[in-house]
T-cell receptor, first 112, second 118 residues
């Protein structure tokens, strides 16, 4: 069973609203990454945190932001939601960046 | 052009068949290669992880990497209905070549939906 848990599993928001998605990594995993997976597509890298600092970012606008906490939990925040933000959001963690990542089951976000 | 192209499209095979899944890539910085399996409503699960050209075998699964051709494959022998899932190839650059803005980033193919019927 995966050691990465995400909450909530499903979420419906209205365009323009803000959302916070949460992830709890395996103990000892210093690296956490967030990915967006649109229906029928592969996951797209949003950003990565290593020991509470962002150290990599994909082609996503600044309204996508994140935090990583000392207790191996992390958050993805999205402001000013757009319809195209509807997707499965995945959290992945590893001991160090570059190890094999363990993914959570994701949060399915629907923006209406 | 996408950095990683995955084919074939949806694949339906009988139980016991050998399945071949393929990805090509254009970025020479990619040095680490992975295959993930994703069941419906679940996150991707790491199947194979390799960084050298050649073959790596794990049970019924064999991962093949050809860096000179920028081509990777996953073979599944004696396929089972429980193998029915979406298979994703993923790649990562060498940290020294990745650059500060994409360190650790995995670049995925678009996935292949595999159905193994009894």
């Amino acid at each position: 069973e995966t050691g990465v848990t995400q909450s909530p599993t499903h979420l419906i928001k209205t365009r323009g609203q803000q959302v916070t998605l949460r992830c709890s990594s395996q103990s000892g995993h210093n690296t956490v990454s967030w990915y967006q997976q649109a229906l029928g597509q592969g996951p797209q890298f949003i950003f990565q945190y290593y020991r509470e600092e962002e150290n990599g970012r994909g082609n996503f606008p600044p309204r996508f932001s994140g935090l990583q906490f000392p207790n191996y939990s992390s958050e993805l925040n999205v402001n000013a939601l757009e319809l195209d933000d509807s997707a499965l959001y995945l959290c992945a963690s590893s001991w160090e960046a570059g190890d094999g990542y363990t993914f959570g089951s994701g949060t399915r976000l629907t923006v209406v | 052009q996408k950095e990683v192209e995955q084919d074939p499209g949806p694949l339906s095979v009988p139980e016991g068949a050998i399945v071949s899944l393929n990805c090509t890539y254009s970025n020479s910085a990619f040095q680490y290669f992975m295959w993930y399996r994703q069941y419906s409503r679940k996150g991707p699960e790491l199947l194979m992880y390799t960084y050298s050209s050649g073959n790596k075998e794990d049970g019924r699964f064999t991962a093949q990497v050809d860096k000179s051709s920028k081509y990777i494959s996953l073979f599944i022998r004696d396929s089972q209905p429980s193998d029915s899932a979406t298979y994703l190839c993923a790649m990562r650059a060498n940290p020294g070549l990745a650059g500060g803005t994409s360190y650790g980033k995995l670049t995925f193919g678009q996935g292949t939906i595999l159905t193994v019927h009894p």
